[in-house]
């Protein structure tokens, strides 16, 4: 409302401890930052498919901070130019045994013989609020769900992959390497998920 966005919004929420002690805190009071952007208030499926990659440099460390948002977005960054030199849209971040755990920015999603294959959250990705979502939906569209560890292996066993956020919903993947896939799954996700969204008061 105090930044005039009346329809679609993203919203970013940062909180941090209060300044004193470096490494040994003074204090633990926190204060928060609010920031907001416009944003589209539906999903729409990406028209051209993305082409996606793995980052093998650096491993995601699978602890109880791994489920946590933090400033310190090295690894992504490092994954982030990495993207481009491999010239891709996106790239599959490892955890420490080597598996998928998720991409740059989003929650990961494998169809195979319709079922949908994610990694759980045991395998250090994070703990998406898309993520859940998707779960919920795939349930009601008849989907069996498979929460799994999951190796690069999957990718070419799988008909379909696609990615989800809270700002773009799903992202459907047109390749990996020389494989291809389909989108039928990733476009029932956004319809539903449109169909939650425009219902809401």
């Known amino acids: 409302s105090r930044n005039r966005l009346n329809e679609g919004a993203r919203l970013r929420i940062t909180v941090y401890r ?40 650096i491993f995601k460390p699978m602890h109880s901070f791994s489920a946590l948002k933090s400033a310190n977005a090295l690894l992504f960054v490092k994954a982030g130019l990495a993207k481009i030199k491999q010239s891709v849209d996106e790239v599959i971040i490892l955890n420490s045994k080597g598996l998928i755990c998720e991409t740059i920015s989003s929650n990961i999603f494998i169809v195979i013989h319709n079922r949908l294959v994610t990694p759980p959250l045991s395998e250090g990705c994070l703990p998406g609020i898309m993520r859940q979502n998707i779960l919920k939906l795939a349930t009601t569209l008849g989907m069996e769900i498979l929460e799994t560890p999951v190796g690069i ?4 066993q799988a008909e379909e992959v696609f990615i989800t956020n809270s700002m773009t919903g799903a992202q ?30």
Do not use: C, M
């Open 18 to 57: 209060n300044d004193g002690g470096l490494y040994t805190p003074k204090t633990n009071q926190v204060s928060v930052v609010l920031e907001t952007w416009p944003s589209a208030n539906k999903f729409e499926l990406n028209t051209d498919g993305l082409k996606i990659g793995v980052f093998e440099d």
């Open 153 to 156: 292996n999957a990718l070419e």
């Open 172 to 201: 459907w993947i047109k390749g990996y390497q020389q494989k291809r896939y389909f989108h039928k799954v990733s476009e029932k996700i956004i319809a539903e998920l449109n169909n939650v969204v425009l219902s809401k008061p």
